[in-house]
């Protein structure tokens, strides 16, 4: 599975929403993440992101990140449409320490 990461955060760009072709991504209020039991692994989804929040799992230390992918995939809303950029999403951009300050 691929998976959403914390340079998601405040950034949400929503593009890789337009590309997954099984609509597997679930919107929280400040990012997205994918539902792993969804995800068939075709990987059109991470090139598209300007944050470069999507990898895939067979990436080192992505531990925390495919259980949060996991567990709040199952209770946050699916999104299949792209919605409205936060304005500020520039200024998060490659921003460290997202997950400690805003993650709720
Ligand atoms: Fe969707 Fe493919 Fe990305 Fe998985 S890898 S979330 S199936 S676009
Ligand atoms: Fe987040 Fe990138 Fe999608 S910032 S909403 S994973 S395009």
């Known amino acids: 599975t691929y998976v ?6 405040k950034c949400k760009y929503m593009d890789c929403v337009e590309v997954c072709p099984v609509d597997c991504f679930y919107e929280g209020e400040n990012m997205l993440v ?9 990987g059109v989804c991470e090139p598209e992101c300007p944050a ?10 992505l531990e925390k990140w495919l259980e949060l992918n996991a567990s709040l995939s199952a209770s946050w809303p699916n999104i299949t449409v792209k919605g409205e950029t936060p304005a500020d999403a520039d200024a998060f951009k490659g921003v460290d320490g997202k997950f400690e300050k805003f993650f709720s």
């Open 52 to 61: 470069e929040a999507i990898l895939p799992d067979t990436e080192s230390g």
């Open 34 to 42: 994918i539902n792993p039991n969804e995800c068939i692994d075709c």
């Open 4 to 9: 959403v990461t914390e340079a998601c955060i």
